[in-house]
């Protein structure tokens, strides 16, 4: 692939990534992404068989984001496991205030966006977000191990439980966060995702 194709599907699928995360898989068309990303339908379908194929595409491209920049530099082994929770907060709200800049609104968790649009739509998107799903509670699992081994926090019965417990609350707080409009309210009550642990 040279660099101006790969710069056309690149384009597409930042685009899309944009629209999905602001209005949802649904209500935008591949015309509309078309347009967005400046190409014709058929350099839309050279690269994209149809439309579920860009979907797992965004997603590719929400994990570059989240799991490669924000959870990967934040759960980083030098710094202590609470305190990587604390990083994994404050990224999260930074990227939801820039949001809030940008865009004019909390648009909240892209994946648990897509996530509870696409769960009853198509199997194959949600298995993808699944993945992802499943790579932020290993990591989130790590945390917990660790934390417990240092004695910051009880030992856990079942420590992947106690992961599912952290990033559902976490997706919760996503969620009225973005209902209030209110990246404030996400660093407030995202704070206190370590006393789940306690």
């Known amino acids: 692939?040279?660099?101006?194709t790969g710069?056309?599907?690149?384009?597409?699928?930042?685009?899309?990534?944009?629209?999905?995360?602001?209005?949802?898989?649904?209500?935008?068309?591949?015309?509309?992404?078309?347009?967005?990303?400046?190409?014709?339908?058929?350099?839309?379908?050279h690269f994209f068989p149809s439309k579920?194929?860009?979907a797992l595409a965004v997603i590719d491209n929400f994990d570059d984001?989240?799991?490669?920049?924000?959870?990967?530099t934040s759960l980083q082994k030098n710094i202590p496991p609470l305190q990587r929770l604390s990083l994994l907060i404050e990224k999260k709200y930074a990227f939801h205030k820039?949001?809030?800049?940008?865009?004019?609104?909390?648009?909240?968790?892209?994946?648990?966006?897509?996530?509870?649009?696409?769960?009853?739509?198509?199997?194959?998107?949600t298995q993808r977000l699944n993945q992802s799903f499943e790579?932020?509670?290993?990591?989130?699992?790590?945390?917990?191990?660790?934390?417990?081994?240092?004695?910051?926090?009880?030992?856990?019965?079942d420590t992947h439980e106690a992961a599912e417990s952290l990033f559902a609350y976490l997706e919760g707080v996503n969620l009225i966060a973005k209902s209030r409009n209110d990246p404030e309210l996400f660093l407030q009550l995202g704070k206190k995702a370590g006393q789940l642990l306690q």
Do not use: W
């Open 65 to 72: 984001i989240f799991l490669h920049r924000i959870l990967a």
């Open 7 to 45: 710069n056309t599907r690149q384009r597409i699928v930042d685009q899309a990534a944009e629209l999905f995360y602001a209005r949802g898989y649904t209500d935008v068309g591949v015309q509309q992404i078309c347009q967005a990303a400046q190409v014709k339908k058929g350099s839309f379908y």
């Open 98 to 125: 820039e949001m809030m800049q940008n865009k004019g609104r909390m648009l909240g968790c892209p994946y648990g966006n897509m996530a509870s649009e696409m769960s009853v739509l198509d199997p194959l998107v």
């Open 135 to 157: 790579q932020i509670l290993k990591a989130l699992e790590g945390l917990i191990v660790e934390a417990q081994k240092l004695g910051d926090i009880p030992v856990q019965k």
């Open 52 to 54: 579920q194929a860009l």
């Open 1 to 4: 692939m040279d660099a101006e």
